[in-house]
């Protein structure tokens, strides 16, 4: 059984910051590419940052020098620190895994979300 579960979440204050968590299980962990997204009210679901089996990461332009992304294989976690929080930060943070299995079924899965607010 597959799951994403994300943890961290909560309520900070403009220039704070948070680290969010998200425990993988299910799935072989090592060989997935991670992500987190975001969705804030009546907006659509953006990258906020990646990174690839191999480590390689991606961020948003709107977060790069802020966010940083980063996993351990060894506990199956990716984690996103999100420092300098911006009130336009807040949103739900969700958290992502593709790739492929042993079979060759391409496979893409969701986390629950967690809320991030940052006031001003």
């Known amino acids: 059984q597959v799951q994403l579960v994300e943890s961290g979440g909560g309520l900070a204050q403009a220039g704070g910051s948070l680290r969010l968590s998200c425990a993988a299980s299910?799935?072989?962990?090592?060989?997935?590419?991670m992500g987190w997204y975001r969705q804030a009210p009546g907006k659509q679901r953006e990258l906020v940052a990646s990174?690839?089996?191999?480590?390689?990461?991606n961020y948003a332009d709107s977060v790069k020098g802020r966010f940083t992304i980063s996993r351990d294989n060894a506990k199956g976690t990716v984690y996103l620190q999100m420092n300098s929080l911006k009130p336009e930060d807040t949103a739900v943070y969700y958290c992502?895994?593709?790739?492929?299995?042993?079979?060759?079924?391409?496979?893409?899965?969701w986390g629950q979300g967690t809320q991030v607010t940052v006031s001003s």
């Open positions: 992502n895994a593709r790739g492929r299995t042993q079979s060759g079924r391409d496979y893409d899965y």
């Open positions: 990174i690839g089996s191999g480590g390689s990461t």
């Open positions: 299910g799935f072989i962990f090592r060989l997935a590419a």
